[in-house]
């Protein structure tokens, strides 16, 4: 019987790229995403058409009001998301919990479907700084997915997968290729116009955009002009 898989996906270049590896893998891929309250939902239209693409078994939008408490620019239109210069420590940027949160609802849902593992494209090296994208931060989830849950009382516990976490952005896209990885159809952007076009000056643009420079190849991201 093929192994099943939970596949965390934003529609972003880090999450497609992980489902292009879990697929490629020939592990029955279920994706899982989320309408947390972020400031665009065209992340999720990608994430759609990505799952589509790479042949889901199931995919489940789960819609939590993470904007409720607010604390990040990217759930309070009234915090501004940061442009040029970038201050160090951890940027406004950063949800909250938010892949604490996102993992935990990834955690029931494989047990539920009797996934083996769960797939998330946090990275530990081209990033913003977000504590809940580190090692240590994956380490600790899986100790209390290994304490928490059902399956690994029974000693068969659900494995959660980074395979990103120790790789560049370019080493990313570079593997992302390899596979087959449209990245015409991913979004990285913090603040995306009605139109669905890329600022071009967010942390997560330039870091895009370097990333691409890096490897040799044109970014497909539509930015604004």
Not at 18 to 34: I, Q, R, T
Request: hydrophobic letters at 40%.
């Amino acid at each position: 019987m093929t192994e099943k898989a939970v596949i965390l996906i934003s529609g972003g270049l880090d999450s497609t790229t992980v489902l292009a590896m879990a697929s490629h893998k020939g592990l029955d891929c279920y994706g899982l995403s989320f309408d947390y309250g972020q400031r665009h939902a065209t992340e999720l239209d990608y994430a759609l058409k990505n799952g589509r693409q790479w042949g889901l078994k199931d995919h489940l939008t789960m819609t939590l009001d993470m904007g409720a408490y607010g604390g990040s620019a990217l759930t309070d239109k009234n915090i501004p998301v940061p442009e040029g210069d970038f201050s160090e420590g951890i940027p406004v940027t950063y949800v909250p919990a938010r892949n604490t949160v996102f993992l935990a609802f990834a955690l029931g849902y494989a047990e539920v479907i009797r996934a083996r593992y769960i797939y998330i494209g946090v990275n530990a090296v081209d990033y913003s700084g977000y504590p809940d994208c580190r090692p240590e931060f994956i380490a600790a989830f899986q100790n209390m997915a290994n304490t928490a849950t059902r399956a690994g009382v029974e000693g068969d516990p659900i494995i959660v997968e980074a395979p990103l976490i120790h790789l560049t952005k370019a080493e990313i896209i570079r593997k992302g290729l390899a596979l087959g990885v449209d990245y015409a159809q991913t979004v990285s952007c913090y603040q995306l116009d009605t139109s669905g076009d890329a600022c071009g000056r967010c942390e997560s643009c330039l870091i895009r955009q370097a990333a691409f420079s890096e490897v040799g190849v044109r970014d497909p991201t539509h930015y604004q002009a």
